[in-house]
């Protein structure tokens, strides 16, 4: 079996080759916990607007005053008031 040498020059070019590697595989993974990030902000946007247009209507329905406005209005439309 043949021993391998390198020179200088060689160990240097592949530790760049591999420096490169390392740093395209960095930025990939970057890219894929940003979009992951994006992903999750939009859910949770969604659920905090979701979860304001309950207690918007829990407030509605918790006030009778409030909760009674729609009969009323439909009532006056069908009598013509």
Known sequence: MKALKLTSDQV????????????????????VGLDQNEAMMRAQTRHELSAGIVDLFARVAGNPQLASLPGRERYRTRRGL
């Open 12 to 31: 240097f070019h592949w530790v760049t080759l591999f420096a490169n590697i390392g740093a395209v595989v960095g930025i990939i993974l970057i890219v």
